[in-house]
């Protein structure tokens, strides 16, 4: 066995096909066909099904890839380790980031990391949060960027926190009458007058639409879903020419003009937040380069720390 066979091995298992597999690998079916045919006549053990349909694990495969993956890994954090040693300047850096996040977070950060690191390459996956997830998990990217606090459930990574971002309610004006707002405030919304709007949603999948459920399921609000969507920018242009309600991280409203273009409102006594984390594994080594990112990324927007 060998780092690139254990790669071939688990490259496979990700995508459950040989030809899927051979076209990240950038090399030809036939060649990584016999590869893993070799490896298995090599452990003496079958480490895939071969039906009609995916390619499935066998219990041994599961093994061999679950130890192959903690190899590669160790692999992987020696290298780093090595390379910050010689205090080398160049690599590459993978992240992720959701899709529309990038643009509002990122001109600045990479700008700056440039002057640091010149001759870097950054190579970013941009996805919807659960995407990041599986693909950190599958160690295709060192780390990425996650509004939110569901990801603390999950088992085998580590958060660190970025900034604290704004969350608003945001409507067309005359959508939300005096009467539906809280006596002495001229912008929160009482909770309970907030069932009766019709909500603009994004879809499942988005960090915004778990964190917006456990708002609106704290509130004992079952909502009337106008529609779902995919863009939290989209959302809030919907919402102010008056089809709908939403609950939009303040980036989306920033980048359209700022809270005073539009009709926001808080929805709790304080306004509410939610943390922009960035997240990895617990038993990754982050290198000097994968630091100084992050760094960057907290100084950029430390300002909005609270």
């Known amino acids: 066995m060998d780092f690139r066979e254990m790669l071939y091995i688990t490259t496979v298992a990700d995508h459950q096909s040989v030809t899927a597999a051979a076209k990240k690998l950038y090399i030809s079916q036939p060649s990584l066909s016999y590869i893993i045919s070799k490896v298995e006549q090599d ?27 903690k190899i590669l890994r160790l692999n992987e954090n020696m290298r780093g380790e090595l390379k910050d040693i010689g205090e080398g300047e160049r690599g590459v850096i993978y992240f992720g980031i959701p899709t529309e996040r990038a643009g509002y977070m990122l001109p600045e950060v990479i700008l700056r990391f440039r002057r640091e690191y010149p001759a870097a390459e950054v190579r970013i996956q941009e996805s919807k949060s659960e995407e ?3 693909s950190l998990m599958r160690d295709e990217i ?6 939110g606090d569901g990801i603390r459930k999950k088992a085998g990574v580590t958060t660190e926190l970025i900034y604290k971002e704004k969350l608003f309610l945001v409507a067309a004006p005359r959508t939300v009458t005096e009467e539906m707002i809280k006596e002495g405030t001229d912008d929160r919304i009482l909770p309970e007058l907030m069932r009766d709007l019709p909500f603009i949603l994004l879809k499942k999948g988005h960090a915004i639409r778990e964190k917006t459920d456990e708002i609106l399921e704290r509130h004992g609000i079952i909502p009337h879903i106008f529609m779902e969507i995919s863009s939290c920018i989209s959302a809030v242009q919907l919402a102010a020419a008056g089809l709908g309600v939403t609950i939009v991280p303040q980036r989306a409203v920033d980048v359209l003009g700022g809270a005073d273009k539009f009709c ?17 594994k617990n038993d990754v080594y ?9 760094r960057l990324m907290k100084q950029v927007f430390g300002e909005n720390l609270s």
């Open 132 to 134: 990041l997830f599986q």
């Open 286 to 294: 982050l290198d000097q380069m994968e630091r100084c990112f992050i």
């Open 43 to 69: 452990v003496g053990v079958k480490l895939f099904e071969r039906n009609n349909g995916p390619f499935r694990l066998t219990y041994a495969g599961e093994r061999y890839v679950e130890t192959a993956r």
């Open 264 to 280: 926001c409102y808080r929805y709790d006594h304080e306004p509410d937040s939610w943390d922009i984390n960035v997240v990895y």
């Open 142 to 147: 060192k780390f990425f960027v996650q509004p």
